[in-house]
């Protein structure tokens, strides 16, 4: 993984992601999992080389960088805390109480982080709000964002 995680830092403008995923083909085992936005094969042909064992290793197309991943999960948190100081400021709650009340109804975005194997950000929501995830989807893109919610556990949209 560290060859893997050496290309990708000299590659950040075609690294997808890295990961670990486990078969339970005959052969089972781990594989090493390396995501690319471009030519799969000739990162293949250029990466196995240096591996101690290449067989193990998956290069898989993907459509968004880490680096674009990593900034639009910071972009959602970001979004969330302009809201709520606009919201705040706004005038709309008589103490900052019951602003912080108020907001922890939700629907609430509780983390956003990249998930390399999907190759999208992972938008974890309180409660079950198919309306706001929906809205989050819409403003930030189906193909790069993935909405979880209620327990953060199983719940894909």
Known sequence: MAELSRWG???PDRL???WWTYTTEPEGGVRMCLGVVDDPAAVAAQVRPALAHPEHLDV???RNTLQELQ???DLILEDQITSWEALLRSGRY???QEFWRSVSEGPLIMGADVDPEANKVAVGIVPRDSAFAAA???RYGADRVHVFWDTLATAWV
Request: glycine residues 12%.
């Open 94 to 96: 008589a103490s900052e």
């Open 60 to 62: 898989i197309e993907q």
């Open 71 to 73: 900034r639009l999960a």
């Open 136 to 138: 989050l989807l819409d």
């Open 9 to 11: 830092n000299e590659h």
């Open 16 to 18: 997808g992601g890295i």
